[in-house]
């Protein structure tokens, strides 16, 4: 007799869209972090400086090459494992959230909605900043660090455990939550626009017949425009986020730890414009176009290709066991 399952041919359940989407952007991660560490790099040098400050890099490439020549892989993988973990979970929120918000509203799970779609996209993106504020910012601080050519405040960690019972030691919980105003800032801006972009572009290839739906050039297209959105709506709060976690600090009058350089991400964003103009908001935004496109592609296009693997899988079991 056949066991009990689900329908052939039905859409993948919530805990199954967020595994898929967990072992894509894990993959798309390792991939995209040598160009956030130089981004990450980037948006640091010359901080709060009118001139610029001293140069240690040039540009994306050159901090690439120095890392490489100075730290080797370490360097270029600094932050990979907090990253993997962060990035895992951020884009699994996505489905469950947007199926949910098409059912609240009457309307088919499997519908893309771009109303429901960008309000997904940025609850997930915040929900995400949320639980993975420890590891944006561990993250943050690893990228940043350099023995060899180091810009801004300096944190050396041994590894992404011993980040985070150091800054626990000295800070406690709070110190854990450092940012978090400047992190769902910054992930909600860009979780808004990545999936809702991505889903638009494809249904208008795949509408106006200009590819089929599974063709491999549909998901680079579509995950191409997605990213370059992305970059453009997140990169002035990436660049406060950044500079959020990685400032020095001091005890207050209170007895708390306070920020020597910046309040609140406005406050971060105001500085920076005051002080750096346009440019100094957009610090770093080749090498975040670097991370951000093969990440995007690669996190999508890997998405679509693992749950239709998947559900081809699952479906030949169920043939199997009928």
């Not at 050159?62 to 730290?71: Q, R, Y």
């Amino acid at each position: 007799m056949a066991i009990s399952s689900p329908k052939k041919g039905r859409p993948v359940s919530t805990t199954e869209g967020f595994i898929c989407g967990g072992i894509a952007a894990c993959l798309a991660v390792t991939v995209s972090n040598p160009a956030e560490v130089a981004k990450t790099r980037l948006q640091l040098q010359g901080e709060l400086s009118k001139e610029g400050g001293k140069k240690v890099y040039n540009n994306a490439i050159d901090v690439l090459a120095k890392t490489w020549k100075n730290e080797g892989i370490r360097g270029i993988q600094r932050g990979l494992p907090p990253a993997i973990l962060l990035n895992g979970s951020r884009l699994g929120f996505y489905e469950p959230f947007r199926r949910n918000l098409n059912k609240f509203f009457g309307r088919p799970a499997d519908e893309q909605i771009p109303v429901t779609s960008v309000i997904a996209g940025a609850t997930s993106g915040a929900v995400g900043a949320s639980l993975g504020n420890p590891l944006f910012l561990i993250k943050a601080r690893m990228q940043a660090y350099s023995p060899s050519l180091p810009v801004g405040a300096q944190h050396n960690y041994k590894s992404a455990f011993d980040a985070l019972a150091t800054i626990f030691r000295a800070e406690g919980p709070r110190g854990l939550v450092r940012g978090i105003d400047a992190a769902i800032l910054r992930t909600s801006m860009g979780s808004s626009v990545q999936l809702p972009s991505y889903n638009f572009t494809k249904a208008q290839i795949v509408k106006n017949n200009i590819l089929p739906a599974d063709s491999p050039w549909t998901f680079f297209l579509s995950s191409t425009f997605s990213g370059a959105c992305v970059c453009l709506a997140m990169q002035p709060a990436d660049t406060a986020l950044t500079r959020m976690y990685n400032q020095p600090t001091v005890i207050g009058p209170d007895g708390r730890l306070r920020g020597t350089l910046y309040r609140n991400p406005i406050d971060c964003l105001w500085k920076t414009f005051k002080i750096e103009g346009v440019r100094g908001l957009y610090k770093g935004s080749t090498a975040h176009f670097m991370r951000i496109a093969p990440h995007t592609i690669i996190t999508l296009t890997a998405n679509d290709i693992i749950v239709n693997l998947y559900k081809a899988a699952r479906d030949r079991d169920l043939e199997d066991d009928s």
